[in-house]
């Protein structure tokens, strides 16, 4: 049966990662903008390679290859529908098959991008997994990083109870972005150990029996509702004409404290790196930018002032776009939020 | 005036200036007749004014209360007295008896009206120095705009008392649709606009190819949609010579090919891709031309001097050496 093939590779999963000798499986959600049948000649076009078979319904067997160096990494892609998992290992050591993956989707963007959610998200889902009857939250460690320092490993006491309020706290108290939780989660008997981080990637080391099968059901299924969630908020924000009058769908983000002319510089060459940007006024506080994503044609205008930033989206504004552009923000922002409710 | 020789500095700060100057304009204007029409003001920008003598002068905003008050704007980053002094003169003509036509019922309506000189206000204390000054607000564009009446103020008590002692005007919410006037944008501000837009107009499946194909008409069509009339319902944004000067310079600069008589566009997607800010190297790509187009007009009014013999030339080549 075709639905079985779903079943039978988390079987497999769950197979291999309840050895102790398991190599770490890197987990991507990701948004596509082609059909999956294309995915071959649009890496192509994109200057690196893939291939897919399908083995059953929604599933693929995935070969990605990346430009750098062409190393190659396989593993499985599930289709969703508006959103794909890329289940990914490597021939080479663990963390290679990471760097191949996240430089192959930095290649296929905008055909294919990566997704993001907020930190609070993330322990949004830590808070479901610690409500659940019977189970146990084993944090290992977190991620805090600043967008121009390297990240910091925030270590957590062996048995100490996780806590939300103390992880907020620390965000809090160094304004730095939470990017990624490490903790192993008791269930049923059973266990998992997984790294999930804001940008979509996890990794998923090894557990007990239905190791993978939990963590799909209890995270990877939870991160997708939300990711999509947050497409939804982003979607449908382009200028449009309305009875001749052209209608604009702005999104306001305030910051936790008041930004100044710093603030703004900081933010202009942030975004420089990752986007074209024309900077029509800087300074006094108020920064007015024109911003252009190359890559897919999205454009929007930039207001900064001391106490919101205002993203004003062109008649081309793709949710993933917009979604990537308001994470740039929050890197260099973490304690900003969105005024409109997600 | 002396002959001098074109510092490529000068003509740097000259457009820079002439572009910070646009932006402020249509910031400061805009965001201060928002404000006046909240508060029941009718105010107008752009608004020719007819004067007797059948000539017509275009201040920058007319406010119409109990007085008819002309502001213009005069945004300037030298301290230089002549420079300022040429701004004071252009502010005189507006000091004369206008003719303003009711579209509706027709009737003429003669009216001199007050003068003000808008300006930033660590300009103000230049001007002040300076002998007839007119009446002069000066503005700091902030994350609101705060006016105050810096030198002298309006007889009109309506728009006297709204600056007590500043006047703060928030930045017009729809600040993002309006990006012309009717005045002719500096070209490196108007061609990095346009830029901007042609990617809006990418077909949207083509990610990874080179180069792009727009249609002139679809750039006209669309840019003047997306931020359609604002000044008043007839006046476009993007006007058809706007953007045949904007194409040709971003040709120039090397980003597009045009094809005029096919009425098509070649956007590359590559090139400028590791430009700083786009709007900037505009502006240095706009006055490596400019510089060069001033040295040669200075290279012949020097061959013009020097072949003349009389005393005023020779004056004048001895102040340049």
Not at chain 1, 246 to 254: T, V
């Amino acid at each position: 049966m075709e639905v079985g093939a779903l079943a039978s590779l988390h079987f497999k999963l769950d197979k291999i990662h309840s050895s102790r000798n398991a190599r770490p499986l890197h987990i991507f959600s990701v948004f596509p903008k082609i059909d999956l049948r294309a995915i071959t000649n649009v890496a192509r076009d994109a200057g690196v390679d893939a291939t897919i078979t399908n083995i059953g319904q929604k599933v693929y067997e995935l070969t990605i290859i990346s430009a750098r160096k062409w190393r190659h990494a396989y593993g499985s892609l599930i289709d969703h529908g508006r959103i794909w998992n890329m289940l990914i290992r490597t021939v080479e050591s663990p963390t290679v098959a990471g760097n191949i993956a996240e430089r192959w989707l930095d290649r296929m963007y905008p055909a294919v991008c990566r997704s993001y959610v907020r930190s609070s998200d993330l322990l949004d889902i830590l808070d479901g997994l610690s409500n659940i009857e019977g189970s146990k939250l084993e944090m290992r460690s977190y991620v805090l990083r600043a967008h121009d320092s390297p990240e910091t490993v925030k270590n957590w006491k062996k048995d100490k109870p996780y806590s939300r309020r103390e992880i907020e706290r620390n965000i809090q108290r160094e304004r730095k972005l939470l990017e990624a939780i490490n903790f192993i989660f008791h269930v049923e008997q059973t266990y998992f150990h997984v790294r999930i981080q804001t940008d979509g990637h996890f990794v998923f080391y090894q557990g007990g029996q239905y190791c993978f099968t939990n963590f799909q059901r209890l995270i990877l299924s939870k991160f997708n509702e939300v990711a999509l969630m947050t497409h939804n908020f982003f979607s449908n924000r382009e200028r449009r004409m309305v009875d001749g009058e052209a209608k604009i769908s702005r999104i306001i983000l305030e910051p936790a404290r008041k930004l100044g002319k710093i603030d703004f510089e900081s933010l202009s060459s942030h975004l420089r790196a990752k986007y074209s940007t024309a900077v029509l006024h800087s300074g006094n506080p108020w920064l007015l930018l024109n911003i252009i994503d190359r890559g897919d044609g999205s454009s929007f205008d930039l207001h900064g002032y001391p106490s919101k930033i205002q993203v004003v989206p062109f008649n081309r504004a793709s949710p993933e776009s917009l979604m990537r552009l308001i994470y740039a923000i929050y890197e260099l922002f973490p304690l900003i939020k969105i005024k409109e409710k997600m | 005036m002396a002959l001098r020789y074109p510092l490529l500095e000068s003509v740097k700060n000259e457009v820079t200036s002439e572009v910070n100057a646009y932006i402020h304009s249509i910031t400061v204007l805009s965001s201060l007749q928002a404000y006046l029409r909240d508060m029941d003001i009718d105010c107008y920008i752009e608004m020719r004014l007819w004067k007797k003598d059948g000539k017509h002068k275009t201040p920058d905003l007319l406010i119409r209360s109990a007085n008819y008050i002309v502001v213009d704007h005069k945004y300037t980053e030298s301290k230089n007295e002549q420079t300022l002094t040429g701004k004071l003169e252009e502010m005189k003509k507006y000091d004369t008896t206008f003719i303003l036509e009711d579209i509706e019922s027709k009737s003429k309506n003669e009216f001199t009206p007050e003068v003000v000189m808008l300006t930033p206000k660590k300009i103000v204390k230049h001007f002040k120095e300076l002998l007839n000054c007119p009446i002069t607000w000066g503005y700091e564009l902030d994350s609101e705009i705060v006016i105050k009446q810096a030198i002298s103020a309006v007889k009109d008590s309506t728009i006297s008392s709204l600056f007590n002692p500043n006047l703060i005007c928030p930045v017009a919410e729809e600040i993002s649709k309006y990006k012309f006037f009717i005045s002719h944008p500096p070209l490196p501000y108007a061609a990095c606009q346009i830029y901007n837009v042609l990617f809006t107009l990418s077909p949207p499946s083509q990610f990874f190819s080179p180069e792009f194909e727009v249609k002139y008409d679809v750039i006209l069509k669309g840019f003047n949609e997306m931020f359609p009339p604002w000044i008043r319902r007839e006046v476009k944004q993007l006007k058809v010579t706007r953007l045949s000067e904007s194409l040709y310079f971003l040709q120039r600069v090397g980003w597009i090919k045009w094809f005029e008589t096919e009425k098509i566009i070649i956007v590359s997607r590559n090139k400028g891709r590791q430009v700083g800010d786009l709007l900037s190297y505009l502006v240095d790509k706009h006055v490596k031309t400019e510089h060069t187009k001033r040295v040669k007009e200075f290279e012949n009014q020097l061959k013009k001097l020097k072949a003349l013999e009389t005393p005023k030339a020779q004056r004048k080549l001895e102040d340049f050496r």
